[in-house]
């Protein structure tokens, strides 16, 4: 159980285009999804916190009109990198709280901005 | 400020035992999970202590001591695929998790 599926799982665009990333809870509700972004050969940097039904929690430095978090339903939030540039490449992990204080990770999102 | 030190890098043998420990000064607490990230991958549950002593789990085993602020993960007949990033992360009193930066283990045949 306590599954998480992100989509897409690579994606590649230009530069200045927009990219919308899902993230689906399967067998569970999740009140809570977390947006992750990991550089390479770095941790985890926690990117926002959502809440479904309410207005997504940024971490200082993320811009919040940049990556746009919808959580509309109790199993899926949405993370938008607008206007994207090289800069925004990066591989976008979201998870899922599950009982407690238990997160699973979705499978990740390679971003690569041409 | 909240902290979590773990060491960088790791090297094993193959078949031998190893123990990661994580060390956390974090602004209350309410539990401390441990991860296992393979390069490229999402991270995967490993375990979760909330009390003190040991959790054992198959090959794995975390260790929890609140008073010092310590925890290790311990890893028996240690096999190839155990090369991994191993993540350290505490739940504060916000019920945020505080990650660390995560230990490199290496195996060697």
């Known amino acids: 159980g306590a599954v998480v599926s992100q989509h897409p799982s690579r994606v590649i665009c230009k530069s200045g285009t927009s990219v919308k990333i899902e993230c689906r809870s399967l067998?569970?509700?999740?009140?809570?999804m977390f947006w992750y972004r990991q550089f390479p050969k770095q941790s985890l940097m926690l990117m926002a916190t959502s809440n479904e039904g309410s207005k997504a929690t940024y971490e200082q430095g993320v811009e919040k009109d940049k990556f746009l978090i919808n959580h509309a339903s109790l199993t899926l939030s949405t993370l938008t990198v607008t206007s994207a540039h090289p800069e925004d490449s990066s591989f976008y992990i979201c998870?899922?709280?599950?009982?407690?204080?238990?997160?699973?990770f979705g499978p990740g999102t390679r971003l690569t901005v041409t | 400020g909240q902290n979590i030190d773990q060491p960088t890098e790791m090297t094993a043998t193959e078949g031998a035992i190893v123990q990661i420990n994580c060390t956390y000064q974090t602004s209350g607490f309410n539990g401390l999970f441990w991860y296992q990230q393979h390069a490229g991958e999402a991270p995967t549950f490993l375990s979760y202590?909330?009390l003190d002593g040991l959790e054992e789990k198959g090959r794995f085993s975390s260790f929890l001591s609140r008073s010092k602020g310590y925890s290790y993960l311990l890893l028996k007949e240690l096999q190839m695929k155990d090369s991994a990033s191993y993540l350290c992360a505490v739940v504060d009193s916000n019920y945020q998790l505080i990650w660390g930066a995560g230990t490199k283990l290496i195996i060697k045949p």
């Open positions: 998870s899922a709280r599950h009982r407690d204080y238990e997160q699973y």
């Open positions: 067998d569970f509700q999740a009140t809570t």
């Open positions: 202590n909330v």
